[in-house]
């Protein structure tokens, strides 16, 4: 089973992709995560990227793509793979289209969790954190005193990357890439959009409906 996670900040691929690893005994594969690893292990690849990641600049398509080649041919990947932030772009799309025929291979199914805007800046917005470590959550997690952490009594402060205006830019950005990528694969007939607003165990319940259907 060869699939992709789409679906914007917040909607909870993570979560999604840990219990399907464990149903469908296949790995997530992660584009930042296999990045960091070929930079580590110092592959052919992950050489050419590290130019890249070393300059501040964004690794090409072309890098990106081969290190993913080279992570699918790996003996875990036999059964299947879950793509996970990967392809972001139509053309990434395209490419890994060519690639996968290449290897007499093929996309099953590309599941869209579907969250609207509005969800997402509440579940985006609501994090909380406190200098001692702890972390809370205005809606899931609440302090027991409002802006007050729990543990030690301090005075709570929102990370830059979770405030609204912050929040705002990943959404547009993400809509403003995956709009075309969505059409593409409805085109193929691969897309299956999953409402991602009920709780984790529904959201699961109806990814596995799409993967065993």
């Given at each position: 089973m060869n699939l992709i996670l789409l679906g914007p900040p917040g909607a909870g691929k993570g979560t999604q992709a840990k219990k399907m690893i464990d149903a469908l005994q296949?790995?997530?594969?992660?584009?930042?995560?296999?990045?960091?690893?070929?930079?580590?292990?110092?592959?052919?690849?992950?050489?050419?990227?590290?130019?890249?990641?070393?300059?501040?600049?964004?690794?090409?398509?072309?890098?990106?793509i081969g290190i993913i080649d080279d992570r699918l041919k790996e003996d875990d990947c036999i059964k299947g793979f879950i793509l996970d932030g990967?392809?972001?772009?139509?053309?990434?799309?395209?490419?890994?289209t060519d690639m996968l025929d290449k290897a007499g291979r093929k996309i099953d199914h590309v599941v869209s969790i579907e969250v609207p805007d509005a969800?997402?800046?509440?579940?985006?917005?609501?994090?909380?954190?406190?200098?001692?470590?702890?972390?809370?959550?205005?809606?899931?997690?609440?302090?027991?005193?409002?802006?007050?952490?729990?543990?030690?009594g301090a005075k709570l402060y929102q990370r830059d990357d979770d405030k609204e205006a912050a929040i705002k830019v990943r959404l547009e950005n993400y809509?403003?890439?995956?709009?075309?990528?969505i059409d593409f694969y409805s085109s193929k007939s691969l897309l299956r959009s999953i409402p991602g607003t009920g709780s984790p165990d529904e959201i699961y319940a109806a990814i596995m409906a799409v993967v065993n259907g």
């Open positions: 296949i790995p997530q594969i992660s584009t930042g995560d296999i990045l960091r690893a070929a930079v580590k292990e110092g592959t052919e690849m992950g050489i050419e990227a590290k130019k890249y990641m070393d300059a501040g600049g964004l690794v090409p398509d072309s890098v990106v990967f392809p972001r772009t139509v053309d990434q799309a395209a490419s890994l969800d997402l800046l509440a579940r985006l917005t609501g994090r909380w954190m406190c200098t001692c470590g702890a972390s809370f959550h205005k809606i899931f997690n609440p302090s027991k005193v409002d802006g007050i952490c729990d543990l030690c809509h403003n890439q995956t709009a075309p990528l």
